[in-house]
């Protein structure tokens, strides 16, 4: 059982900033990738930017922004928001796909946080 907690949402201006932060306890497997969703109402929820736990560059989805940034302390990942805009506005969600030794593979996601980004 992995538990992920996010916290770092809530309501902005634009041109505003805000950090989002997931830290993940648990059964965190020998190797996993924490990562970074969000969905805007009415929209699928969409891929932002992963890390693994080993090291490595992140990998970008489409739906990444420049003004992202997203960075990862052990078992803490953090997205780095600048110059919000009103499209960013959405439920943002942490996730991680974790591996174990013996081969399987099992994913969690946090409840999700709401950022607010008024024009």
């Known amino acids: 059982q992995v538990q992920l907690v996010e916290s770092g949402g809530g309501s902005v201006q634009a041109g505003g900033s805000l950090t989002l932060s997931c830290v993940a306890s648990?059964?965190?497997?020998?190797?996993?990738?924490m990562s970074w969703f969000r969905q805007s109402d009415g929209a699928q929820r969409r891929e932002l930017v992963a890390?693994?736990?080993?090291?490595?560059s992140a990998v970008y989805g489409q739906s990444m922004e420049d003004r992202f940034t997203i960075s990862r302390d052990d078992a803490t990942v953090k997205l780095d928001m600048t110059n919000l805009k009103p499209e960013d506005t959405a439920v943002y969600y942490c996730?991680?796909?974790?591996?174990?030794?013996?081969?399987?593979?099992?994913?969690?996601w946090g409840q999700g946080i709401q950022v607010n980004v008024s024009s």
């Open positions: 996730k991680i796909d974790a591996w174990a030794t013996h081969g399987s593979a099992y994913e969690f």
């Open positions: 648990g059964n965190l497997g020998t190797s996993n990738t």
């Open positions: 890390l693994m736990s080993n090291g490595g």
